[in-house]
């Protein structure tokens, strides 16, 4: 005859089971993994620009401002302060956002996804400088073009 478990110790499991994250099954996605696939094809995780400008320290930026990179005037004269929400309004529907802007890709429909990537895009910070050099903080390797 097989023991029954302690009272502590199922009240123990029963705890830990109530307060473990509830998310349904797949409906977690991972923001990397977007990005990389939707956005990385043009845009850096890192500091350096390719087709597209790098994503690293937009939150808070004002359009068309990012150093070094050749923006369309459009783009420049939008003035659009990037934050979460506008993010998420010009990665569903980037020409109707910017008319104009050279940023060819159509928009991401999928709400869930947009706003895996759009946290992950906010989460690309540039940290203070260290010793001469800026730090990139994120929680995922840089997308390199052999990646593709």
């Known amino acids: ?7 502590p110790a199922a009240a123990a499991a029963a705890l830990l089971l109530a307060l473990a994250p509830r ?7 991972d923001g990397a993994q977007a990005f ?4 990385g094809p043009c845009h850096s995780n890192n500091l350096g620009h390719r087709i597209g400008p790098s994503l690293v320290g937009i939150e808070g ?3 068309g ?3 070094g990179f050749d923006y369309s005037e459009v783009m420049k004269k939008a003035a659009i302060r990037w934050d979460a929400a506008t993010l ?3 990665l569903a529907a980037p020409a109707s956002v910017v008319a104009g802007s050279r940023m060819s890709y159509p928009g991401l429909k999928d709400e869930a996804r947009r706003r895996a990537i759009v946290d992950y895009i906010v989460g690309l910070r540039v940290d203070a400088p260290a010793r001469g050099r800026l730090a990139v903080i994120s929680a995922a390797p840089s997308v390199t073009s052999h990646e593709k």
Request: charged share 20%.
């Open 36 to 39: 990389r696939s939707a956005c």
């Open 23 to 29: 998310t349904p099954a797949g409906a977690e996605l």
């Open 65 to 67: 401002t990012a150093p």
């Open 61 to 63: 930026r004002l359009s």
């Open 1 to 7: 005859m097989r023991a029954l478990p302690s009272l």
């Open 88 to 90: 998420d309004r010009f």
